[in-house]
């Protein structure tokens, strides 16, 4: 009887090891106008080696700040304010200040460097 717990727990155990933590969906659209699914509210941005929809300034797409599968920031110079979002995802949640200057607008979105910027 103990062999057969302990076999299952083990089982179980290497299991759960074995699935990968799900990376947030960096996403790239197709900047040609018609040909990508970002949302309405949402444009088509190159970053510099890729492009990603991006949030009109000031908006993000969700409460929860700390979603990286919904939203996040990229660290490129002079852009730290855009709000990037995986596409067909809709940006009508204003951020915290969205009257702040560029260096802090949307900063309550934690920059993500796993994306390439």
């Known amino acids: ?26 996403g790239t659209c197709n900047p040609i106008s018609g040909q990508n699914r970002c949302d309405v509210t ?3 941005i190159n ?3 890729s492009f990603h929809c991006a949030c009109r300034a000031g ?13 996040f920031r990229l660290p490129m110079p002079n852009y ?3 709000v990037f ?4 995802t809709p940006c ?11 260096s802090a ?3 309550e979105v934690p920059l993500y460097n796993q994306c390439p910027a």
């Open 1 to 26: 009887m103990h062999f057969s717990i302990f076999t299952v727990l083990v089982a179980t155990t290497t299991l759960v090891a074995a699935i990968p933590n799900p990376k947030p969906p960096c």
């Open 59 to 71: 908006y993000k797409a969700s409460l929860n700040n700390n979603d990286v599968n919904k939203q």
């Open 85 to 88: 979002v995986p596409e067909n």
């Open 80 to 82: 730290e304010f855009l």
């Open 47 to 49: 970053t510099g080696t």
């Open 42 to 44: 949402t444009s088509c």
């Open 105 to 107: 607008l949307c900063n």
């Open 92 to 102: 009508n949640t204003l951020c915290g200040n969205p009257m702040a200057p560029p």
